[in-house]
């Protein structure tokens, strides 16, 4: 295939987005039109999951098509920022990302916003990039020059004191606030501003392959004045896994997660303005994302691009008693996938297949016509299942994990851990030897631990030896670490 006549690709990229935000899905009172008009002249991914609910180990992934042990990303590339310099764990990507295929593709590759993937990498793969990682500190260069404070707020020890935990390291809560500069100065319209610049100065003649990455709906919930109240608080119903789990982890009671939740308070009422914010926050990336899509429709090349939309991790929003995330359960794992082609996808489908973060390179680079089963990657081309030319199977294996940075140890308070989604089966096993096993047909949302249960110890042995062999072919040092009960 001739390089002209391949398809551009947009990826769109949100931050600690839950799935359960789409507006098409009707879970909650947010409103995504962009999400929903890609997913209805596309397709939307019911079940996808990262493979890890943090940042950086998510994004290598999804952009490498390897698992973070794999792909030299287990955790963030830096640890606490208190610690001394030494001591701070400077991780980089291993394998190369889906930019560099494209680009041998005939592709140019361009990219705006967070990367997190290393700290000076990404020259090498694309080739015209702003607006990342350190570049949120030429955001600051640029509110000082605009005549304004800086609009990303945790720069500013004095003004994100009430968005901090009281906690040590003092991470965020779900303290909400109204943006104290103009809208237009806000961190992700710079973010965007880049991108149209980018875009503006693409090579026409080659087909494009650009990546727009938000840092929202992301903590601090400081927002827009015109997003702070669009949701109201009584809006918000309380979930129904409000509480802890019957059987959670020992470990998780101590945890500096269910600490935080305890800090903003155990009464739901309490959480009921920061969820309508993170809405209110959702919908305005969502506002952001569609003004990227409208310049490719006013640029007739909305038809000839395909667009996918996705997150890198979710949220527990003091769900199972826990703020943040870096855990297995469903509300830090879930997050949205939506994609649009109208040459080969088919519109208005819903897919209920369990799918990952690998899985979106491998598609992406397929889209592109890179021979995607000779690299050796985890990942799978979707493509045959979202054009309708495979029918999709009724159960596929996902994996997730997460590992714990050496220096998040003296506080962090939970375990590594690794998880297998084989339906209707979620198992995860922690590193420490505890088991946590859901039956997600009978208890969606992980209600009932089922790891100590005699008439589920079947299932259990059979989900551990798959999860366990899956580990020695991928060369899991998790392996190493495990301390299993006898």
């Known amino acids: 295939m001739n390089p002209q006549d391949r398809p551009n690709i947009l990826l769109l990229i949100s931050d600690n987005q839950r799935l359960d935000t789409l507006g098409i899905l009707k879970k909650t009172p947010c409103r995504t039109p962009t999400w929903d008009r890609v997913a ?17 180990p998510a994004r290598s992934s999804l952009f490498t098509g390897f698992q973070p042990h794999q792909a030299g990303m ?63 500190r030429s955001y600051t260069e640029w509110c000082r ?4 404070s800086d609009g990303f ?16 390291p003092k991470m965020s809560v779900p303290q ?73 982890p020992s470990f998780l009671a101590e945890s500096y997660y269910r600490r935080l939740r305890h800090e903003w308070g155990d009464n739901f009422a309490a959480w ?20 990227f899509v409208r310049r490719l429709e006013e640029c007739q090349l909305l038809d000839n691009t395909l667009v996918a939309m996705i997150s890198d991790h979710a949220e527990m929003m003091g769900q199972h008693g826990l703020w943040q995330k870096f855990c297995p359960y469903e509300e830090a794992l879930r997050v949205p996938w939506v994609l649009r082609w109208p040459a080969k996808i088919p519109p208005g489908r819903r897919s209920p297949m369990d799918v990952s973060h690998v899985d979106v390179a491998a598609t992406l680079m397929a889209v592109g016509g890179v021979d995607v089963d000779s690299l050796g990657i985890e990942g799978e081309n979707l493509l045959p299942y979202l054009t309708g030319t495979r029918p999709e199977p009724a159960s596929r294996d996902c994996f997730a994990q997460y590992n714990v940075a050496p220096d ?9 851990w690794r998880a297998l989604i084989r339906k209707p089966w979620k198992y995860v096993l922690h590193q420490n030897g505890e088991i946590e096993l859901y039956n997600h047909s009978d208890d969606p949302y992980e209600l009932r631990n089922l790891g100590q249960d005699a008439a589920a110890n079947a299932v259990a042995a059979v989900l551990q030896e798959a999860l366990l062999a899956w580990c020695r072919r991928t060369d899991d040092p998790f392996l190493k670490q495990l301390r299993l009960h006898r």
Request: aromatic residues 14%; proline residues 8%.
């Open 40 to 56: 209805l002249d596309g397709v939307v991914m019911e079940n996808l999951r990262t493979t890890s609910p943090l940042c950086s």
């Open 74 to 136: 287990p955790h963030l590339p830096y640890g606490n920022q208190d610690i001394k310099e030494e001591e701070r764990s400077n991780l980089e990507i291993t394998r190369p990302p889906i930019a560099h295929y494209l680009r041998e593709s005939g592709y140019q590759c361009l990219y705006a916003g967070k990367w997190h993937l290393g700290s000076n990498n990404i020259r090498k793969w694309f080739d015209w990039f702003a607006a990342c990682d350190d570049g949120d």
């Open 145 to 148: 020059w605009q005549g304004v």
């Open 153 to 168: 707020i945790f720069h500013d020890d004095q003004r994100s004191q009430p968005f901090r935990s009281v906690h040590y």
């Open 176 to 248: 909400t606030g109204i943006l104290d500069i103009p809208a237009d100065k806000e961190h992700n319209a710079w973010i965007l501003g880049h991108a149209f610049e980018l875009f503006g100065l693409r090579d026409v003649r080659r087909p494009f392959f650009m990546c727009v990455s938000m840092e929202g709906p992301h903590p601090p919930l400081v927002v827009p004045r015109a997003f702070y109240d669009l949701y109201s608080p009584e809006e918000v119903p309380e979930p129904v896994n409000w509480q802890p789990s019957t059987g959670e």
């Open 272 to 291: 009921r303005k920061s969820i309508a914010v993170y809405w209110g926050y959702t919908t305005y990336i969502d506002s952001l994302f569609g003004a």
């Open 408 to 416: 998040f140890r003296p506080w962090h308070g939970v375990e590594s």
